[in-house]
């Protein structure tokens, strides 16, 4: 009788690790769309799909196959409702850094990720500062060149014209960082050139105002930004960051 019990169960037991399996597979398999998918694809033309994930399977132990023994508990770990570090965080929260600017935010461009002919960026804001900071929808934006002076280089407010993958754009809101917290916004722009008579636009630096009426700062970008002759390079919304 145990026995029969025994081979009833056993597929039973595979189809929901199968099922399980594809449960897990499913959202990684949807998951690289937008801007990066469109960076990817102009980097490489030729892709046709993309390669599936790859599904590692734990190897067969003593505790039965497919089953994997647990390992010793770590006494270390935080307890249930407890965050790894959070007694760090809000130290670090609580004090400024010595290199805040007087603006009390800091202002960060992250590499430039560069395909053929598209352009993406974002820039982080940090509030540094002992107070909440308030921003609320689009950066103000200049392209400079080498010796900082402004290039004509027009800013749009969403990303849509200068790509289909855009990233997402929620459109002004406010946003309020506490002491420690960041917000950003992502640039994109084409360094495509139409017409050889006009000379590309290259810009070295950026001055940004996070905050209509507020200081600025001129930041340099880890690239150039490299307009061609489109003119334009366009812009999210400020939102909290990952």
């Known amino acids: 009788m145990s026995r029969c019990h025994d081979r009833a169960m056993t597929p039973i037991r595979r189809r929901s690790a199968a099922l399980a399996l594809v449960s897990v597979a499913v959202p990684l398999a949807v998951s690289g769309c ?73 202002i960060e461009p992250s590499i430039i990720d560069a395909a053929m002919g598209l352009r993406a960026m974002h820039v982080t804001v940090t509030n540094c500062g002992a107070e909440p900071y308030r921003l609320g929808g689009y950066p103000e934006l200049q392209v400079l060149d080498e010796h900082r002076e402004p290039l004509d280089v027009q800013v749009l407010e969403g990303t849509e014209p200068v790509t289909s993958g855009q990233p997402d754009d929620l459109g002004p809101h406010p946003v309020t960082l506490k002491p420690g917290e960041s917000g950003q916004t992502e640039l994109v722009w084409r360094n495509t050139v139409t017409d050889t008579t006009t000379n590309a636009v290259n810009g070295t630096y950026l001055r940004i105002t996070p905050v209509e009426g507020g200081p600025s700062e001129v930041i340099t970008p880890q690239g150039r930004i490299d307009l061609g002759n489109t003119g334009r390079i366009g812009t999210t919304a400020w939102h909290r960051s990952p």
């Open 34 to 106: 937008g801007l990066s998918e469109e960076l990817e694809r102009e980097r490489d033309p030729a892709r046709t799909a993309a390669a599936a994930p790859a599904v590692s399977s734990a190897p067969a132990t003593d505790a039965g196959p497919g089953l994997v023994t647990a390992e010793p508990l770590d006494t270390d770990a935080p307890r249930y409702g407890e965050l790894p570090g959070a007694a760090e965080d809000t130290a670090t929260a609580a004090q400024p850094s010595a290199a805040c600017p007087s603006s009390g935010v800091r």
